[in-house]
């Protein structure tokens, strides 16, 4: 299949679009580098030994976007392009739901018009709010404490109503855990501007002497150890389920999952990385993030059954590869 990646350059988009090469599948990248950089491009060259198009391109700019369309024959679309960053989303909600939502509905009108029938969306666990552990993909999506959150609830309602209108257009809607880890190689991973958010880019940064201490938020849960506890998942894992998920695309709405369905505390975590790598992290307790939910995990059960995928790598090859590429910068 000829697949068209927004957001290629990305962390998962670059890791998706290594697996999708590898599985003789033609990429082209949409890509606005907004928040990725243009050597990754020549990376996944240099990983797969493959050519890829690319397009610095915003697809929130139609005509930009269409152009694409309109030269190439196109099979499928797998859109990771948006913002992510939760607390910037709560500064600037119109940033985040512009984009995030004018994105999804131009690349589907564009899907419609050029008759591309396959929709990958890359969408996020935190959909499911505080709904009850393992999270099931027939739970009621609850309200999510942010607005990068509802541009991804919302995102997958439009979708869904797009395929309940237009017969052929198939979706699948992504709900990634918690992806970390690198390509093996170390020439690709996840690279955050500025401060890290997330635990795992925090916890290299710590390894590296980047930051002194690691702050662990909360330890006042009714978790195993009082810390948080998330299903982390391998990018590389998270990768081969989108293969899977483009490659068995029925008709129709399809909800998958995306994670192991272990949860890992953040002491666990930590200490896991300590053993791996044999660095010691710094950390101090602190009080609880503002919006952090106590547990999160997924059911895996229907990703297995129907993309006939599971994640294979665990918690130790997760802390390697993340520390081989924060090594490498
Ligand atoms: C994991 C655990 C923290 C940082 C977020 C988004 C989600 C998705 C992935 C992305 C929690 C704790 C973290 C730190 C800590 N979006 N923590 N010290 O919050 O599960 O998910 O990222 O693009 O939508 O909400 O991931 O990695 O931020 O946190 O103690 O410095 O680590 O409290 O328990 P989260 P995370």
């Not at 060259?45 to 198009?53: A, F, G, R």
């Not at 952090?292 to 790598?313: F, H, M, P, T």
Request: glycine content about 8%; proline content about 3%.
């Amino acid at each position: 299949m000829n697949i068209l990646v927004t957001g290629g350059a990305g962390y998962i988009g670059s890791h998706t679009c290594v697996e999708l090469l590898n599985n003789n599948h033609s990429v082209i990248i949409a890509d606005n580098l907004s928040n990725s950089k243009i050597e990754t491009i020549d990376k996944i060259k240099q990983i797969t030994d493959k050519d890829i198009l690319f397009y610095k391109v915003d697809v929130i700019d139609e005509q930009a976007a269409e152009s694409i369309f309109s030269s190439h024959q196109i099979d499928g679309v797998i859109h990771f392009a948006g913002f992510k960053a939760v607390g910037e989303s709560v500064e600037k909600p119109l940033k985040y739901y512009y984009n995030n939502i004018v994105s999804t509905i131009i690349l589907s009108r564009l899907c419609i018009k050029y008759n591309v029938n396959k929709f990958v969306f890359s969408s996020s666990a935190t959909v499911y709010g505080e709904n009850k552990v393992p999270f099931v993909e027939t739970m009621d999506l609850l309200p999510t404490t942010n607005p990068y959150g509802e541009t991804k609830a919302i995102s997958e309602r439009i979708l869904t109503d797009v395929a309940k209108a237009n017969h052929s257009f198939s979706v699948s809607l992504l709900r990634y855990f918690n992806p970390v880890g690198a390509h093996e190689s170390g020439l690709i991973g996840e690279s955050p501007n500025g401060i890290p958010n997330n635990l795992m880019p925090y916890i290299t940064q710590v390894a590296k002497g980047k930051l002194q201490k690691l702050r662990v938020f909360g330890n006042d849960y009714d978790t195993v150890d009082g810390t948080g506890v998330r299903d982390y998942i391998h990018v590389v894992d998270l990768a081969e389920g989108h293969v899977a998920s483009v490659e068995r695309l029925q008709e129709g709405v399809h909800v998958y999952n995306l994670g192991t369905g272990q949860g890992t505390s953040v002491l666990q975590l930590i200490y896991a990385f300590e053993k791996v790598n044999n660095i010691k992290i710094p950390y101090e307790i602190v009080g609880r993030r503002p919006g952090d939910i106590a547990v999160s995990y997924a059911c895996v059960s229907k990703a297995e059954q129907e993309l006939g995928w599971k994640a294979k790598r665990g918690i130790k090859e997760m802390c390697r590869d993340a520390w081989k590429f924060e090594e490498n910068l």
